[in-house]
């Protein structure tokens, strides 16, 4: 799909019920749509209108030459609903997603009537240690950029592709050495800059919250804060790790389906009547 100034990006969607609420699927650092969401589509379009989109760099998501943005992904994310006609929708970010599901709140709130965010936070750093990872990430980065395109794919399949999809379908070890690793590599140095701890109190549409309590990528207390910081939230949680959303989706999908609703349900009572 063309988003006319922005790039062409690619989404999947389920059309739903008949006048159903628009969900907007907004994916993980690394992932892509498909990878992140797969186990997700057939319940939730049960109930949605549902769009999955891959973020810049990831999967097939749009190629640029500028510096990777989280705010770039929510404005990818108004475009799409723009040109799909799509006037209010629930923005769902999972992990590095739900960063991009607070910024399309902070940058097109009269556009989103709730929130939903699962296995993520406000900020990712605050240790010495997280900090020097970051701005280690931020350098390879930079540096990728004058590298050839040849020697980066050649590199992220060693190190990455080659090993981490060992053991996954062909389908997605396809999905993963679709990503251009300059992106990749900027996405994660933006996401230790991210702090949206100062606004989040500011969120006026009802929230729902999914953590995993035994997640080792976002920690269990970031979350938590998160959650603590916005007044309308509703919070369930999953003892499982940063992967729960297919590697324990018998349980994450209800609640997900269920988080949802139960945001789909609050905001239908907020919108004002003719």
Not at 7 to 14: A, K, Q, S, V
Not at 83 to 97: A, E, H, R, W
Not at 193 to 199: C, G, P
């Amino acid at each position: 799909m063309p988003l006319p100034g922005r790039g062409t990006t690619y989404f999947r969607e389920l059309e739903g019920p008949a006048g159903a609420p628009t969900l907007i699927l907004l994916h993980g650092w690394t992932a892509t749509a498909d990878l992140n969401w797969f186990m997700c589509y057939e319940e939730l379009g049960k109930h949605f209108r549902v769009i999955a989109i891959d973020h810049r760099g990831h999967g097939r998501g749009i190629r640029t030459n500028r510096h990777f943005k989280l705010s770039d992904c929510a404005d990818d994310a108004a475009a799409l609903a723009d040109q799909l006609g799509i006037d209010k929708f629930i923005p769902v970010g999972y992990s590095m997603g739900g960063t991009v599901a607070q910024l399309v709140w902070k940058r097109h709130a009269h556009r989103v009537s709730g929130l939903v965010l699962a296995a993520t936070s406000g900020h990712f750093v605050s240790e010495r240690k997280e900090r020097v990872g970051f701005t280690v990430m931020a350098g390879i980065g930079a540096l990728s950029r004058i590298v050839p395109a040849s020697v980066r794919e050649s590199i992220s399949h060693r190190l990455y592709v080659s090993r981490k999809t060992m053991t996954w379908e062909p389908w997605a070890a396809k999905e993963a050495a679709g990503h251009e690793w300059r992106l990749i590599l900027e996405a994660g140095a933006a996401l230790g800059l991210y702090d949206s701890r100062k606004w989040l109190p500011e969120v006026d549409v009802p929230t729902s919250m999914i953590i995993t309590t035994q997640d080792h990528v976002v920690a269990t207390e970031r979350q938590r804060e998160l959650a603590a910081l916005i007044h309308d939230v509703y919070v369930q949680e999953i003892d499982a790790d940063h992967d729960a959303v297919y590697a324990r989706a018998d349980e994450f999908v209800p609640m997900l389906v269920n988080a949802c609703l139960n945001v789909a349900e609050r905001s239908s009572k907020k919108e004002p009547t003719s």
